[in-house]
């Protein structure tokens, strides 16, 4: 772990994949943290990145977004939940790592404020775990549909190992519900 005196900073499997945890400071009448500050999070992380676009998402439980990737203005992303909580996947599609093929999970929730920083190069997607979730990002490029691709939830190559309850469909949208096979997506 290493990290500022504002940010710890947590290795995960996927060693450029980053779990971030913000101070909170609390007391009776609730609580406070500076959940991103540019000096903070470069000293923290060694990353020095122009953040272009926020994004913030509403979902029910047991919605399964992703995995998407854009192969052109590919976007590393800032993820953390405000609201409720959700099981958070990133897949390295990057051909050249030592962990290509491989995948990190976690939950990130409104109490536990922990965030998810996911580098390029890397597919990503989340399940909503409690009744409703909202979800804010800060990416490093620009949305661009004209890229985008989305790599199966399911596919038993990558065997992401999702907190689905036994009998329970994840509740997904077309285009991620036709997400390509591993051997099929076109990776980094």
Same mark, same amino acid.
Request: with cysteine.
């Given at each position: 772990?290493?990290?500022?005196?504002?940010?710890?900073?947590?290795?995960?499997?996927?060693?450029?994949?980053?779990?971030?945890?913000?101070?909170?400071?609390?007391?009776?009448?609730?609580?406070?943290?500076? %959940?991103?500050?540019?000096?903070?999070?470069?000293?923290?992380?060694?990353?020095?990145?122009?953040?272009?676009?926020?994004?913030? %998402?509403?979902?029910?439980?047991?919605?399964?977004?992703?995995?998407?990737?854009?192969?052109?203005?590919?976007?590393?992303?800032?993820?953390?939940?405000?609201?409720? %909580?959700?099981?958070?996947?990133?897949?390295?599609?990057?051909?050249?790592?030592?962990?290509?093929?491989?995948?990190?999970?976690?939950?990130?929730?409104?109490?536990?404020?922990?965030?998810?920083?996911?580098?390029?190069?890397?597919?990503?997607?989340?399940?909503?775990? %409690?009744?409703?979730?909202?979800?804010?990002?800060?990416?490093?490029?620009?949305?661009?549909?004209?890229?985008?691709?989305?790599?199966?939830?399911?596919?038993?190559?990558?065997?992401?190992?999702?907190?689905?309850?036994?009998?329970?469909?994840?509740?997904?949208?077309?285009?991620?519900?036709?997400?390509?096979?591993?051997?099929?997506?076109?990776?980094?």
């Amino acid at each position: 772990m290493t990290g500022s005196r504002k940010i710890q900073i947590t290795s995960t499997a996927i060693h450029d994949v980053l779990v971030l945890e913000p101070k909170v400071f609390g007391d009776e009448r609730g609580w406070f943290t500076e %959940s991103f500050n540019a000096e903070d999070f470069a000293q923290a992380t060694g990353l020095n990145l122009d953040f272009v676009q926020d994004n913030h %998402s509403f979902s029910r439980q047991w919605t399964l977004r992703g995995l998407h990737y854009q192969l052109e203005k590919t976007q590393g992303k800032l993820v953390r939940v405000v609201a409720g %909580s959700v099981f958070d996947v990133a897949v390295d599609i990057r051909e050249d790592s030592p962990t290509y093929g491989k995948w990190v999970g976690l939950e990130l929730s409104a109490e536990n404020h922990k965030q998810l920083w996911i580098p390029a190069g890397l597919a990503h997607g989340f399940l909503v775990l %409690s009744e409703t979730a909202e979800f804010l990002y800060k990416t490093t490029d620009y949305y661009h549909p004209q890229s985008e691709a989305c790599l199966a939830w399911n596919d038993p190559q990558i065997a992401i190992e999702w907190p689905l309850p036994q009998g329970v469909s994840p509740n997904m949208n077309a285009k991620d519900s036709a997400g390509l096979a591993w051997e099929a997506a076109p990776k980094f």
